[in-house]
């Protein structure tokens, strides 16, 4: 393996495993959120929340307002998803083709 493609692949492992671990952790936060309220002290509920609060904050800008906050969580984690999606495909589309 030459540098250089170990050094593009990092170009996808590095976002891929940020987006990864969001996506997750939002699901998480969706799932922890039907057994705490919204508005509990759990250490556990406050470092879900502060880890996916900027992720819902985009989120919420393209969600209608009526919506419920678990609705948004998961329309989080739906975008996450399509993002690394996205983010595979451009770096399949331009990552130079191994010959023989």
């Keep these: 393996m030459t540098i250089g493609g170990s050094f ?5 492992f ?3 495993f940020v987006l990864a671990a969001l996506m997750y952790t939002l699901l998480g936060r969706a ?3 039907l057994a705490v309220g919204t508005d509990s002290t759990n250490y556990i509920w406050r470092f879900f929340c ?3 609060d900027p992720v819902v904050t985009v989120v919420a800008l393209v969600t209608p307002k009526a919506a419920a906050p678990v609705v948004v969580w998961l329309f989080g ?3 996450l998803f399509w993002l690394r999606v996205a983010l595979l495909y451009v770096y399949l589309a331009f990552s130079p083709t191994q010959a023989g």
């Design 8 to 12: 593009g692949s990092w170009l996808l």
């Design 14 to 16: 590095v976002p891929n």
């Design 31 to 33: 799932i922890l959120g």
């Design 50 to 52: 502060r880890i996916t």
């Design 77 to 79: 984690v739906v975008w």
